[in-house]
């Protein structure tokens, strides 16, 4: 028997140049533990990351019982590198140089998160878990969610500790329920570290 997973995406809060998190990374990630406080999350799954780590261990605090659990495959990496061919006319150098500055793809590991994170699961009771993994990745699930082409991932860009949550039922298509949520923070945690242009209030 197969049962509704609720998946609760989140990016690591704000990070400084040595992995951990800052000041705000911190009060990013306690404020979003307090939003989940009505959930009845079942579980916490986090990068190896200290980013995600820490992250992950302060949405717990605020989660008193919820098990936490480290997973590689929610890790910092490039899930896809497309084809020129496979873009947009219009965008299709700039998505690829992006990219391309990166290390090559894991697509193994892409595909280990999809099998690990995504679809419906065993049980009578609907599962909610939280995932702190890292924006690349984020991409990567909300694109698959959409069935979108592989190369989509690229174009999402998620804020630190922003709320994404994707629904998988038995014998219906995944569903997009909220994407980057901000509204659990103040305004100046929701720096995103992107252009002006990509910020909405």
């Not at 991409?139 to 629904?167: E, I, M, Y």
């Amino acid at each position: 028997m197969l049962t509704t997973r609720y998946l609760f995406l989140t990016r690591h809060g704000e990070a400084a140049r040595n992995g951990q998190l800052t000041e705000a990374g911190r009060r990013q990630a306690v404020l979003l533990g307090r939003r989940l406080r009505d959930v009845p999350v079942t579980s916490i799954h986090h990068g190896p990351l200290p980013r995600t780590t820490e992250t992950a261990a302060l949405i717990a605090a605020q989660l008193p019982g919820v098990p936490v659990h480290a997973e590689p495959a929610a890790d910092d990496f490039i899930p896809y590198t497309p084809r020129r061919e496979e873009l947009p006319e219009t965008s299709g150098d700039l998505l690829l140089a992006f990219a391309r500055q990166f290390p090559p793809a894991d697509d193994e590991r892409a595909a280990e998160a999809e099998r690990r994170f995504t679809g419906p699961v065993p049980g009578a009771e609907p599962r909610y878990q939280v995932l702190v993994t890292h924006n690349f990745l984020v991409g990567w699930l909300v694109r698959a969610a959409q069935d979108a082409p592989p190369w989509r991932w690229l174009t999402f860009s998620h804020a630190h500790a922003g709320l994404t949550v994707l629904q998988y039922s038995p014998a219906r298509p995944a569903a997009l329920l909220t994407y980057n949520d901000l509204s659990h923070l103040p305004a100046e945690l929701r720096w995103t570290g992107f252009p002006p242009d990509f910020y909405v209030p």
